[in-house]
């Protein structure tokens, strides 16, 4: 099920209260927050109305605010042997068909 | 002579903030991205439905009706009518919320 991904770029100081209206409806609470919905005419409607103010892309799936926030997060650039022994057996296995 | 609160007219009191009467070309510049970014938006809204089997009246009408960036005269790019003005145009950035509002269409004519 495809899904809107908007992200508003603009704040909506000074504008008309319909449009603030329309972010709240939409979820979009501050700056570069960023929420899904089901593509549907309804949603295109609202995102009609503050066209000028978001970011939109058509998405395959939405994702939680947890799944945002692992994706924004860096690698690490360490594991932990004990823990991520998995992790471990696939890099020596990647490294041992590289030599 | 340097800092928030040097002695420029603007600063010194008084009722001065002036507007250039003209944009920079790097105002235009991001006009023009802005003009963009909507036409972007709109595309994807159409083809997103278009793909449910959708379609809606609203961008229907915006597709028929608005000039997309490319399409749009410099004229109607960065001024805008006002009948108040001498010859009846104005620079785009003298209206208000100039960067978060769609100002496409001027009056036939002028």
Do not use: C
Not at chain 1, 22 to 31: E, I
Not at chain 1, 86 to 94: F, T
Not at chain 2, 71 to 86: H, I, Q
């Amino acid at each position: 099920m495809p899904y809107f991904r908007i992200t508003l770029m603009r704040s909506a100081i000074g504008l008309p209260s319909k449009t603030h209206g329309v972010l709240a409806a939409l979820g979009l609470k501050k700056r570069m927050a960023t929420v899904y919905h089901p593509v549907s005419s309804s949603v295109a409607g609202q995102i009609m109305r503050i066209k000028e103010l978001v970011d939109v892309k058509e998405v395959e799936h939405a994702m939680t605010k947890d799944e945002m926030r692992a994706a924004r997060r860096p690698d690490p650039g360490y594991y932990v042997e004990k823990r991520d022994a998995k992790v471990r057996r696939e890099r020596e296995g990647v490294e041992g068909l590289a030599v | 002579m340097f800092g928030p609160f040097r002695l420029t007219n603007p600063l010194s009191g008084g009722l001065l903030w002036k507007i250039p009467w003209r944009l920079s070309r790097h105002q235009k510049y991001r006009h023009r991205e802005r003009l963009r970014r909507v036409d972007g938006i709109v595309a994807t809204l159409d083809t997103a439905l278009a793909r449910q089997g959708e379609s809606m009246k609203r961008v229907e009408r915006w597709k028929l009706e608005m000039p997309t960036e490319g399409e749009m005269l410099p004229k109607d790019k960065y001024t805008v009518f006002d009948r108040k003005v001498k010859r009846y145009r104005k620079g785009i950035h003298k209206l208000p919320k100039w960067t978060r509002v769609s100002q496409r269409l001027n009056p036939p004519g002028f």
